[in-house]
């Protein structure tokens, strides 16, 4: 079995500082890939919960966007009708449909007040 190759300056280096020549360098770097591994698994469960508040308040934004859309396309259904861009029966169609896709939005944003 042959020696483990260390570089001379990285010996001179440890063996001539006071303080580290009392410590096993095996030892410390294990002790330091431990405080590292902590550190990683810390930063990434905390990085997570983030992401998670993220993707609601993402969701609430989208949900009150699509209720500002749905809105407005009720309130254009009138200027349609007049205009005679759409029957009277399809106004009525579309105001339900509408009406229910916005009643349907607004179930889903009471969840977030």
């Known amino acids: 079995m042959t020696p483990a190759y260390h570089p001379e300056w990285l010996v001179n280096f440890w063996l001539a500082t006071p303080g ?3 410590v096993n360098p095996h030892y410390l770097l294990i002790v330091l890939g431990a405080a590292i591994a902590i550190v990683w698994y810390s930063r990434r469960r905390r990085k997570l919960a983030e992401d998670i ?4 308040d993402q969701l609430f934004r989208h949900l009150l966007h699509r209720r500002k859309v749905i809105e407005g396309e009720l309130a254009g259904l009138e200027t349609r ?8 029966e399809n106004f009525h169609k579309l105001k339900f449909e509408y009406q229910s896709h916005l009643a349907q939005v607004n179930k889903e944003l009471k969840q977030y007040t």
């Open 20 to 22: 580290l020549n009392m």
């Open 53 to 56: 508040n993220g993707e609601e």
């Open 81 to 88: 009708l007049s205009a005679a861009e759409i029957t009277e």
